[in-house]
């Protein structure tokens, strides 16, 4: 039957109606928001959500900011949400959207107030961009009549700025990470080192600093300085020279790897969100319980130039600009867990957290709702199943839950938040630590939305009452009726949620930009797909319209939604979505297929498992070792040998050698085609793997299979979303030819289960039974025999899918695995950082290139130096190692510095300018002379080597 509901435009999962003004109760229409006027600040899904949500609550007055590289600099970036939006005098043009500069900014500040006044809006909702936390915009907001839909300035101010929030959360008894929050205060302390020097400098420069505050000799020189900064913040003066503040950092994180030795430590803008903004050094002194002064000295060293780059991706790096950098422990072993806040000033509700460990780089890819109802539920299956290590894991994540969202309700309070805001928090075992708070609604925060919704009752009557099931809309409310809101109450709505980051990256999670999207598959049943709108028809035609992935922003393309009773189901739900979505464009890459592979390595394993923030990394390490050992492995070449083999095992016998090789020729496709796919594509493999690790054994070096094989290669088919449609295109789907034999095949296995009294999974009791020559199962003989003949027809060349297990035990695949008691067990060897960088390099080859060339890895922006007024990396006549950096590729959004593959010098800089340059990939940027010359591989020579590693595979299968 055909899909009839639109899942992308009309999904009931997160559209209703919201007019709350068509209510039959006088207090709930007393909270109607059709008066609200906003004005969108933001882009990205969010801005398409929040236009959705505002009309489905009869909100009519509302507008948009459009940037110029949305729809002038970029024209094939266009905003999809003008398919909807047809309305130009909605949408308002600013050059971008938050300022380049400090000047810029303010600026953009001045023109988005002046559009509002303009045009009638009387809010402004900035979504999760780096707007919506600047506490000096939403002042600025405020001080204009306007109403922000988020936290108020105080609230920003006290629990935004990182340094801020943490001193808070020492005062209110929340655990917090070791570390140093007002190095700024320190490099001022340093150079002017008494509170006469300090007095005189704000005298000498004109500071407006409280009087009282300046007398106060109860003020240790530290809080001094802080006071005296925040004037200087407001003068817009630096105090200090940025290579002052970076000396102050080496010297405390010296300090630090003193006073905790094996440890790495975390710099951190305290203006940073999104991973932007951080950095971590020490990776040397890891392995070292008593490192030396000189160890020391050398890993903090480098704190100087990662304090620049923090400060650069922040934009923080400008005269009067706020430079403190949070300087903290990096607690090792830990998963990132975030709690869901809501509050109106007066009473504060957590909503349940967020496991967000699944991330690289800093950056989110796979969030999974935590709540104390799903916990209980799944300690209490764990008790059943006997399962005491798992019972006893969840339990210690029960409590740690609560403790977190009590205190983070209690932190809530302290600030007076008045919007939604995220308490963030590390996890290691039984312990938590906050981290930081984004004042702000997340990008994930559709999760807490699918597994609890807000029921706010009248006071005065319990059966008065009405639901909000989204965020966006709360936060309308509380802008709108703050104060009169009561506290609601939190109702459990679906068991689980689980969110998957589409990005535009390549195979190995490195930013892909200039790609072009030409078709998408349409939703199916039960998932979500907050895409900015790229899936919209043309209103024209009705056709998808192409969307081009453009470089200037970060690399989402989609945030993909499902639900479930449990984790399972929903991990369950998210692996058929990504299955059944089909996206086709011009040089487009994404993170399809790495989330496919995860999520049904966590199904293969344990959906509840603890991953940690270093998993991903050891992860694709693991998955560049499956490709590598896959290209080994010619599959042709193998069915061809296979067929060999048996012509050799039964030349005996001619009508027995042509009735196999008769077999082997239909079956040839049948078994070649998923194999290939999964040969090429190793995230497949990983998560196809994970899912069959019961199905195989290996003895004596020798492959046994445990389940049928004809029963897994039909699940293989329905895995590479292969199995059977006649109306889809042959080259998708199994042919067929094959799928009748398959089919034929497995109604055969299935009356003999029937016969036998078996269930599916009795494969080997079956095979058992069926290499027995005297009759089975009450079989006359002549029947018995044609059962028997028939079973080694269907089981002939099964061997050669085996296979694809010989690459999981060569690779030790599954020494990567989940514990009894939910930890994850990494081998130490993933952690190498070369392997990691040479596997990275088999994901995703370099671009070719010749001897006496160094290219970009892909497209972005260039740039030669660290950092305006700083020297290039390197000048024409300079020589350079391997591993030193040569130049930095901005690729959406993130700071990458570009290592030299190997020696050499450089003769010439081919690419004039180096403050910003667009480029591509492959784009040559140095002419160079190598330190050793390139020895070019014979072809020939790797295609012996290929069949030599096919027949040692077909050896241990046959």
């Not at 997160?14 to 609200?36: K, M, P, Q, T, Y």
């Not at 290579?243 to 950092?249: I, K, S």
């Not at 690729?891 to 020696?903: D, E, G, L, R, T």
Request: contains cysteine; charged residues 25%.
């Amino acid at each position: 039957m055909a899909q009839t509901t639109d899942y992308y435009a009309n999904n009931p999962l997160i559209h209703r109606d919201r007019r709350l003004g068509n209510a039959s109760s006088e207090w709930v229409r007393s909270f109607s928001c059709e008066n609200l006027k906003p004005l969108i600040v933001c882009r990205g899904p969010i801005r398409l959500e929040a236009m959705t949500v505002y009309e489905e609550m009869g909100i009519r007055h509302y507008g948009i900011l459009l940037s110029e590289k949305d729809s002038i600099v970029y024209p094939n970036a266009l905003s999809p949400e003008l398919k909807r939006l047809t309305d130009t005098s909605r949408v308002h043009r600013v050059p971008d959207y938050s300022g380049a500069s400090k000047e810029e900014r303010v600026e953009r500040i001045n023109q988005i107030i002046s559009i509002a006044r303009d045009n009638g809006y009387d809010s402004v909702f900035a979504g999760y961009g780096f707007m919506a936390e600047d506490d000096e915009f939403v002042q600025a907001i405020e001080d204009a009549g306007l109403k922000f839909i988020g936290p108020c300035a105080a609230t920003q101010r006290a629990a935004g700025k990182k340094d801020e929030a943490k001193r808070t959360a020492l005062q209110v008894d929340v655990s917090v990470t070791p570390g140093i929050d007002n190095v700024t205060a320190r490099t001022l302390v340093s150079k002017y080192p008494s509170r006469e020097a300090l007095l005189a400098m704000v005298k000498a420069e004109g500071l407006a600093v409280d009087r009282q505050l300046l007398d106060d000799e109860k003020l240790s020189l530290e809080e001094l300085a802080d006071q005296i900064l925040f004037a200087s913040y407001e003068k817009g003066i630096d105090l200090f020279s940025i290579d002052e503040l970076c000396a102050q950092v080496e010297k405390e994180c010296a300090e630090m790897f003193r006073n905790y030795p094996g440890a790495r430590i975390r710099l951190k803008a305290i203006g940073g969100g999104g991973g932007k903004g951080q950095r971590i050094l020490g990776a040397s002194l890891l392995t070292k319980k008593n490192p030396s002064d000189a160890d020391i000295k050398k890993a903090a060293a480098d704190a100087p130039e990662l304090t620049r780059e923090v400060l650069l991706e922040v934009k923080a790096n400008g005269v009067g600009d706020n430079k403190n950098v949070l300087i903290e422990l990096n607690i090792e072993q830990t998963r990132h867990n975030e709690i869901q806040l809501l509050g109106n000033g007066s009473w504060c509700i957590a909503l349940g957290g967020r496991d967000c460990s699944l991330q690289m780089h800093e950056q989110k890819l796979l969030e999974v709702s935590v709540t104390q109802e799903g916990l209980a539920l799944e300690i209490e299956k764990a008790r059943q199943a006997g399962l005491k290590d798992q019972a006893a894991a969840l339990e210690t994540d029960l409590q740690v839950l609560k403790r977190m969202e009590e205190q983070s309700e209690r932190f809530g309070t302290a600030v007076g938040l008045d919007s939604a805001s995220t308490f963030e928090c590390i996890v290691d075992r039984d312990r938590h630590y906050f981290m930081e708070v984004n004042t702000r609604i997340q990008v994930e925060h559709r999760v807490t939305e699918l597994v609890y919704k807000l029921k706010f009752t009248n006071p005065e009557d319990k059966d008065d009452f009405f639901i909000v099931e989204s965020l966006v809309e709360a936060m309308a409310l509380l802008a709108e009726h703050k104060d009169r809101l009561p506290r609601p109450e939190r109702l459990p709505r679906f068991g689980a949620s689980v969110e998957a980051r589409l990005n535009a990256t390549d195979c190995s999670l490195s930013p892909s930009a200039g790609g072009v999207i030409r078709n998408w598959s349409k939703p199916i049943e039960g998932e979500i797909r907050d895409d900015q709108g790229i899936c919209f028809p043309n209103p024209d035609t009705g056709l998808f319209m192409r969307y081009n992935v453009s470089g200037a922003y970060d690399s989402n393309i989609a945030l993909l939604l499902t639900k479930g009773d449990d984790r399972r189901a929903s991990y369950e739900h998210l692996a058929k979505v990504l299955r059944n979505t089909v996206l086709r464009g011009t040089n487009l890459a994404t993170n399809l297929e790495f989330h496919y592979g995860l999520v049904n390595w966590f199904l293969g394993q344990n959906v509840m498992a603890k991953p940690t923030t270093r998993f991903v990394v050891p992860y694709l390490t693991l998955v560049g070792r499956l490709k590598e050992e896959a290209q080994k492995n010619d599959v042709v070449y193998a069915f061809i040998s296979m067929k060999k083999h048996f012509a050799k095992l039964y030349g005996g016998d001619k009508e027995t050698a042509r009735a196999v090789s008769e077999t082997l020729d239909r079956k040839g496709t049948l078994l070649t085609r998923p194999m290939e796919v999964l040969l090429n594509d190793p995230h497949l493999l990983s998560g196809w793997l994970s899912l069959n690790r019961r199905s195989f054994a290996i003895e004596n070096g020798k492959l046994v299979w445990l389940r049928n094989p004809l029963v897994v290669l039909e699940e293989t088919y329905a895995y590479l979303n292969m199995s059977y449609d006649e109306t889809r295109p042959a080259a998708e789907v199994i042919w067929s030819h094959d799928n009748e034999l398959l089919q034929g095949a497995l109604k055969f296995y299935a009356q003999l289960r029937e016969a036998f009294g078996l269930d599916k999974g009795e494969f080997i009791k079956l095979r058992e039974l069926l290499e027995q020559e005297k009759p089975q199962g009450g079989y006359d003989q002549q029947t018995w025999a044609a059962i028997r003949e028939a079973h080694c027809g269907y089981e002939l060349g099964n061997e050669l899918f085996g296979m694809l297990f010989m690459i999981a035990s060569k690779t030790d695949f599954f020494d990567f695995r989940v514990e009894d008691d939910l930890e994850v067990t990494i081998p130490e060897y993933l952690h190498d950082p070369e392997l990691q960088a040479a596997m990275k390099k088999v994901l995703v080859p370099p671009p070719a290139t010749k001897a006496d060339e160094i290219v970009t890895p892909g497209g972005g922006m260039y740039y030669a130096q660290e950092a305006p007024g700083m020297p290039p990396f390197i000048k024409e006549g300079d020589h350079f190692e391997a591993g030193q950096p040569l130049f930095i590729l901005e690729v959406m959004k993130m700071f990458n510095k570009i290592p030299a593959p190997f020696a050499g010098t450089v003769d010439k800089i081919l690419i004039e300018g180096g403050d910003g340059v667009i480029v591509q990939k492959g784009q040559p940027i140095f002419k160079v002379t190598p330190d050793e010359k390139f020895v070019e591989v014979d072809p020939k020579e790797i295609a012996r080597e290929k069949r030599a590693q096919t027949a040692e595979y077909l050896a241990a299968v046959l």
